[in-house]
């Protein structure tokens, strides 16, 4: 009678979790498989109805063993995939020696606690290259002061630097704000018009400098839904990059259309281009083409994130047509919205 | 004199410490990459 209670149990706990949609294996006194959701399955850890990992078959005979419920993490190599997974199997006892296992898929949350660390150890490097020059200036100025020709020098890579590292901490608060935000605060109908011209504006000073000519085709209006300083900034860091790598009297288009209910930004550049290996890169945090080149520039290596992050939390997304030596084109795309459904 | 050999790539850095070791009476040269710096080790 006690094991088909067991077996009734064990079958109820597999509906259960079949129905949350968790990993589970409910295997019996000699550990073969009596229920599996289909989720389990899917993970191919059967074979023949046995375990066939070993570091499960451990968990489960300690958990049948002891009575308890133990959780271990390991990597697991799963039926049908190339490379090992991480898992998070959690074995239960059941009683009358039924045990149910269940199992987490925690490769995407490894992999993004690695992005973060990773990206923990740039900040490191980007935030001390400035700040150690700040000091290495400060303390060089100490000792010209008879030496008026250094002290202007050294005074204006220190103030250089010091705009550096601000630039930085700046981008660095912008992309962590991006990225914990879930939706777009401060929502509201926004003129893609406005932002361009607003763009435009923002980036004359360096487009000047270069003697570059911005040449934009906003002549239809396009309205999407969101937050007007976020999308400025986009389009902003776009046009920025344009002008960084281009040779200058150059030009750079920006084009606005609406296609099927969707907005496109277009930033055109005739600059260096990028190679088709680089540019799955480009999007992320610190990624740099040409360190050196990003150096002359002032970039930090997250503007591109940036977009990317406002053109996500938008409901958009960012792509990137180039080949090398013949310039980019960058497409931001976002939903849009008809003028009249906020008025 | 010691000739003392710098390389360093970002020009914040180079610069000062540059000025500091002539100051300190050494012969510096200088280089902002590992090309240029074995040029001018070679010259």
Known sequence: MNGSNGEVNAAIAAEVLEALGTAAVVVNDINLMVQATTNAQDFGLLQDRALVE?????????????????????????????SKVWVQATAAPLGNGFVILTLEDRTEARRLDETRRDFVANISHELKTPIGAI???????????DDPIAVQKFAASLQREANRLGHIVQEIIELSRLQSATYVADSGLVNLNEVISDAIDRVQIAAEAKQMKIVSDTTEQVFVSGNYEQLAIAVTNLIENAINYSDPNGQVGVALRKNAGIAEVVITDSGVGIALEDQARIFERFYRVDP???????????????????????????????????????????????????? | MTKILVVEDEQSLREPLVYVLEKEGYEVVDAADGEQAVKVFNA
Not at chain 1, 135 to 145: F, M
Not at chain 1, 297 to 317: P, Q, R, S
């Open chain 1, 54 to 82: 070993v570091e499960l078959l451990n968990l489960v005979d300690w958990a049948r063993k002891s009575k308890e419920t133990k959780t271990v993490e390991s990597q697991i190599n799963v039926g049908g995939r190339a």
């Open chain 1, 135 to 145: 000091a290495l200036l400060a303390e060089t100025l100490q000792g010209a002061t």
């Open chain 1, 292 to 343: 050196s080149r990003s150096r002359e520039t002032g970039g930090t290596g997250l503007g591109l994130a940036i977009v990317k992050h406002i053109a996500l939390n938008h409901g958009g997304e960012i792509s990137v047509f180039s080949k090398p030596g013949l310039g980019s084109t960058f497409t931001l795309t976002l939903p849009a919205q008809q003028k009249a459904t906020d008025n």
